[in-house]
């Protein structure tokens, strides 16, 4: 089960935390992955960590503003984003990435979902 | 890595079969494996998405045999036979072969 906290309102320019927590499996043999979908739009990947929180990858959309970590003694991933404009308007999903050798993030598609937070920039 | 989904969106009787399109702009096939690097998804209305296909044909754990994935290269498709009021959602397929990019998604209705 993945759970997504920390959604909202901010304005543009402004900043905002996600986090999400797993449990159910054994969160650090996994990549996670961020994926996000704008209303009424389809899927968009945003940014993944590898199981040990060493390499991280990010969309072009994203990259320089975004930052993704993990603490697996808690079974959360983050999502930090900055300079949020209106494009960033999207609900977000926290994504499970398949099982590789050390949660290595070479292939990556998602087996498992949570709900989603929603994120509104708007003045 | 661009994918071009059609149709954006269609309308199947009850029992009938489906069949999705998923283009790529290149090709996501490894020399390495030899493998297609394609997914694809199922959103019910008001859900997240939820894991499919993999592998462009290999179906993922509990997934009905109704759904199959084929193609290979830079051309896929999904087919749903026996169509069921379940089924009804946003189809999107997913290259996994460089950073992952996702189709436009395909509406499927009863």
């Known amino acids: 089960q993945l759970l997504e906290t920390g959604g909202g309102f901010v304005q543009p320019g402004g900043s905002l935390r996600l986090s999400c927590v797993a449990s159910?499996?054994?969160?650090?043999?996994?990549?996670m992955a961020w994926v996000r979908q704008a209303p009424g739009k389809g899927l968009e990947w945003v940014a993944s960590?590898?199981?040990?929180?060493?390499?991280?990858k990010f969309a072009d959309s994203v990259g320089g503003r975004f930052a993704v970590s993990r603490d697996n003694s808690k079974n959360t991933v983050f999502l930090e984003m900055n300079d949020l404009g209106v494009e960033d308007t999207a609900k977000y999903y926290c994504?499970?990435?398949?099982?590789?050798?050390?949660?290595?993030?070479?292939?990556?598609?998602?087996?498992?979902w949570g709900q989603g937070a929603l994120v509104t920039v708007s003045s | 890595i661009v994918l071009t989904q059609s149709p954006d969106s269609l309308a199947v009787p009850l029992g009938e079969r489906a069949s999705i399109n998923c283009r790529s702009g290149?090709?996501?096939?490894?020399?390495?494996?030899?493998?297609?690097?394609l997914a694809w998804y199922r959103q019910k209305p008001g859900q997240p998405p939820s894991l499919l296909i993999y592998?462009?044909?290999t179906r993922a754990s509990g997934v009905p045999d109704r759904f199959s994935g084929s193609g290979s290269g830079t051309d896929f498709n999904l087919t749903i036979t026996s169509l069921q009021a379940e089924d009804v959602g946003l189809y999107s397929c997913?290259?996994?072969?460089?950073?992952?990019?996702f189709g436009q998604g395909t509406r499927l209705e009863i």
């Open positions: 994504a499970r990435n398949v099982l590789t050798v050390d949660g290595a993030i070479g292939i990556q598609f998602f087996d498992s």
């Open positions: 159910g499996f054994s969160f650090s043999r996994h990549g």
């Open positions: 960590i590898d199981g040990p929180g060493t390499g991280t």
């Open positions: 290149r090709t996501v096939q490894s020399i390495a494996n030899n493998k297609n690097h």
């Open positions: 592998w462009a044909s």
């Open positions: 997913q290259q996994y072969y460089s950073s992952p990019t």
